[in-house]
DNA sequence: ACACCTTTGAAGTCT
DNA sequence: AGACTTCAAAGGTGT
């Protein structure tokens, strides 16, 4: 039997690192068990041969004619649920399944359910919260995985859908609907020689993770799937993304052979469009074009974002607000009101994206992304502001903080009372497997100076001088004046130096509940007043 | 159609 | 080295 990092997934030992394994010895152990033989991957790659043959040469349209679409299935869905239970059984059992969602990846990482951090539907970012999955082609199911079409194997799910419970990293789910299922829950999607289910072709699917440089749009982000309530694309692709329905290979050096030329890791022009037009010199416009056309992979997701994907659904539903400038606000004020702990948990989570986000794309840089927005506007920032105005400006962010935790749209993690009155966590944030790893950027745990009660500062975790940098922004470039002295301070409240001297009363009266500080965020946003959201009666 | 707003953090550039 | 800038998500709002 072979194994997986045998019968072609050898190269994936770089990647077992990155993951932590549950149990790894067994695992391997149930994967030999789980996969079939090296001649199904042998099919697997004479099919992909074939898949990448015909896809350089036949139409989108022409693939479905040869495999005829199927009718929307009505149960499509519950399949969904019964293959998202059978994964999770599988998992449970030890063995393995495999999904579609994402075939960019040459892994798949996921819960493990015996993480004590796994509750709700939540995932932990612990490091022993994933159990790696080798992914796609090379991990064969089982026969009667493959034969049995009255199921839905892995290869029928739709990359999009996103159950709450799903171990799977989606990318996108815009087109997913329960009433309309996605045509290849179908078991006709199997390959013609193998009867493997397939990759369905990029006209079947929605466009996945491109490894492929060639891939046009963005990429769903690889942790999606952290983010169980809405699964929105991370890096989500328009229409005609991928032309290769398989880009993940890119990352298999054991398929390298068949598809490098078309799927390297690195950033480079895909051969889809540029190839085909290498006779003729290209112009400046058509540079260009193309230039728009290159992947944008997007920049993996900080803690911080993480926690508000995670979370903005939660807030919107808690309150009325639909601002997500607001909602952020609110979001920010909750980030802050979480324990070392559950930030670390974050984090983590933003580590391995890190991480698996340089594994999948060993060129990217972030500077790729300079410039893809249109420039903001904030070059004319409080350029001539007085100190007076500046001081306002500073206000207002640093007072929304300082607003106790509402209890309308509270989190367990500041039910306890206001954010004044939360203590840091003690130092088993430095102690967990979560925390952050020693890296040079996460050596500490940023700290927002703007917003971080100083009760909440753990000595553990020395202030970085870039958090000052970073907390202060762009916007705010001043703010980091004001820390610096601050350390030594202690009562919650009065702990920071902030300048104000002229804070109204109402910063020291009853704070409003979250909605009301959303209610005053939205008028500051209308009204641009910089301390509305203090000074406005709660009322 | 698209920039803005707003948050924190990472990573880039600039001085 | 430190300051500053950009981008990542989100979606209502404004131009």
Request: glycine share 6%.
């Amino acid at each position: 039997m072979p194994q997986l990092n045998g019968g072609g997934g050898d190269d994936l030992g770089a990647n077992d690192e990155l993951i932590s394994f549950k149990d790894e010895g067994e695992q391997e152990e149930k994967i030999s068990e789980n996969v079939s033989a090296e001649r199904d991957l042998a099919d697997v790659k004479s099919s992909l041969v074939n898949e990448s043959e015909n896809n350089s040469s036949s139409s989108d349209s022409e693939q479905t004619e040869r495999r005829p679409q199927p009718r929307p299935d009505p149960e499509s869905y519950e399949k969904h649920r019964e293959y998202f239970a059978e994964a999770l059984r599988r998992q449970q059992d030890g063995g393995f399944f495999k999904s579609p969602h994402y075939p960019g990846y040459p892994f798949l990482m996921i819960p493990d359910l015996t993480s004590p951090y796994l509750s709700n539907g939540s995932l932990s970012p612990s490091t022993r919260t994933y159990l790696q999955m080798k992914w796609p082609l090379l991990d064969v199911p089982g026969p009667a995985t493959l034969k049995d079409s009255r199921s839905p194997t892995p290869g029928h799910l739709h990359p999009h859908h996103v159950h709450p419970l799903t171990p799977l990293i989606t990318y996108s789910n815009e087109h997913f609907s329960p009433t309309t299922p996605p045509p290849h829950l179908s078991p006709e999607i199997l390959d013609p020689k193998t009867g493997i289910p397939r990759t369905p072709h990029p006209s079947e699917l929605s466009p996945y993770y491109p490894l492929s440089p060639g891939a046009v749009g963005q990429i769903p982000h690889p942790l999606g799937w952290l983010v169980p309530q809405q699964g929105q694309p991370m890096y989500s692709i328009p229409a005609g993304g991928f032309r290769h329905p398989y880009p993940a290979l890119a990352m298999n050096p054991s398929m390298s052979s068949l598809v490098s030329s078309r799927f390297s890791p690195h950033m480079q022009e895909p051969d889809s469009e540029s190839s085909r037009h290498t006779a003729h010199p290209k112009s400046p416009v058509a540079l260009k074009r193309e230039e728009e056309k290159k992947p944008h992979i997007k920049k993996p997701l900080n803690a911080f974002m993480l926690y508000m994907k995670e979370m903005r659904a939660k807030v919107v539903a808690e309150c009325t607000l639909k601002e997500s400038a607001a909602i952020n606000q609110i979001l920010g004020r909750k980030w802050h009101s979480l324990s070392r702990e559950e930030q670390a948990k974050y984090y983590e989570l933003a580590r391995k994206e890190r991480q698996l986000h340089s594994q999948l794309y060993p060129g990217w840089s972030a500077r790729d992304n300079y410039g893809k927005r249109k420039k903001r506007k904030r070059e004319n920032k409080q350029p001539d502001f007085t100190p007076e105005e500046s001081l306002m400006s500073q206000s207002k962010k640093l007072c929304l903080p300082y607003l106790p935790t509402e209890k309308t749209c509270d989190s367990p993690a500041s039910s306890h009372g206001s954010m004044l009155d939360s203590p840091a966590t003690p130092s088993a944030a430095l102690a967990s497997p979560a925390a952050p790893a020693p890296t040079h950027s996460e050596q500490a745990q940023p700290l927002s100076l703007t917003t971080r009660p100083e009760g909440r500062a753990h000595p553990h975790f020395p202030l970085p001088s870039k958090a000052a940098g970073s907390a202060s922004g762009p916007t705010h470039p001043s703010i980091s004046l004001h820390i610096g002295s601050s350390s030594s301070q202690t009562t919650p409240l009065l702990s920071r130096p902030i300048p104000f001297t002229s804070l109204p009363p109402s910063m020291l009266s009853p704070p409003p509940s979250l909605h009301q500080v959303a209610l005053q965020s939205r008028q500051a946003l209308l009204q641009s007043q910089p301390l509305s959201l203090v000074t406005k009666s709660a009322d």
